[in-house]
């Protein structure tokens, strides 16, 4: 897979000073990818529309081992090193389930709070738990003058997905990263 631009090289320095390792991903690793997203292929194996994409913003940032991206798509990193690129297809029931379809109901604007406001079909909203602990996303499928028609199974549930990525960055994780199960520093998460 080729992608527009310079390629990254296997060494670079890093922001804090300390230069990356030729290392391989797996267990305590941090990992910085770029990604493009698929749908399902076609019938004669075309890809799928382009779902999203990262390649206009700041790269994926991952520990590998912890939650924040699929366990298929971590598994397709096993012993990847930075500048390398590969596509992987993972199954629906490995994405994001399977779709069930007695998961579309009808709710009322009033129950939702959001009488008199424009909902349009493809937005989401947070449906509330019933029992005053929480919330949960929901894409509006049809809006009414009372009543709203929503889908609470996740938008990619059902759908083989390919990912076309690009590893930018692996390096050892630190102390603290493995600790805390997640990345610090640009594009992870900023301690005070």
Known sequence: MERGGSAVADRADRDDGETMSDET????????FHYDLYGERGERGERGERIESSES???????????GVLAALQNAFVGRRAGEGFSVTIPAEQAYGRYYPDRVRRVSL??????????RPGQLVRLPDGQGQGSSPATVLKAGKFNLDVDTN??????DLTFDVQVLEVR???ESERA???V???GGHEHH
């Open 25 to 32: 991903i797996g267990p305590g690793t941090v990992v910085a």
């Open 57 to 67: 913003g700041d790269p994926v940032r991952f520990l590998f081992g912890e939650r």
């Open 180 to 182: 805390h199960g997640h």
């Open 110 to 119: 009033k129950q939702l709070g959001i009488k008199g406001r424009a909902v």
């Open 154 to 159: 996740h938008p990619l549930a059902g759908r």
């Open 184 to 186: 610090h520093g640009p």
């Open 172 to 174: 050892a994780a630190s």
